[in-house]
């Protein structure tokens, strides 16, 4: 089991920037792929970006790409999600999850789950 716990959500104008954090606990951290998804309501959980275990690879979604840099600390179990020019669009709660598969940009890869943490964006 790993548990995740998603920190550093907020209120924020658009053009801010927000760091997310996620830390882990359990089993092996860099032992797993580490992912980031947000979920507005009345749309499906969305793939932000991810994160390989070692954190040479990264993946990001077009729609933060440039924008986000996601990173991670394997000495304290930490994934980051730096966001940066955020849009009302960003707003959603973001969920950090842990997986060991491969196609890293699908929900229902991951194994593990974090509650989320709420990001809200006004303009």
């Known amino acids: 089991q790993v548990q995740l716990v998603e920190s550093g959500g907020g209120l924020v104008q658009a053009g801010d920037s927000l760091r997310l954090s996620c830390a882990a606990s359990g089993r092996i951290f860099s032992s797993y792929t580490m992912g980031w998804f947000r979920q507005s309501p009345g749309k499906e959980r969305e793939f932000v970006a991810a994160?390989?275990?070692?954190?040479?690879?990264?993946r990001y979604a077009d729609s933060v790409k440039g924008r986000s840099t996601i990173s991670r600390d394997n000495a304290k179990d930490t994934v980051y999600l730096q966001m940066n020019s955020l849009k009302p669009e960003d707003t959603a709660v973001y969920y950090c999850?842990?997986?060991?598969?491969?196609?890293?940009?699908?929900?229902?890869?991951?194994?593990?789950w974090g509650q989320g943490t709420q990001v809200t964006v006004s303009s």
């Open positions: 999850a842990a997986t060991t598969g491969w196609d890293l940009t699908k929900a229902r890869s991951y194994d593990y």
């Open positions: 994160i390989s275990r070692s954190g040479g690879g990264t």
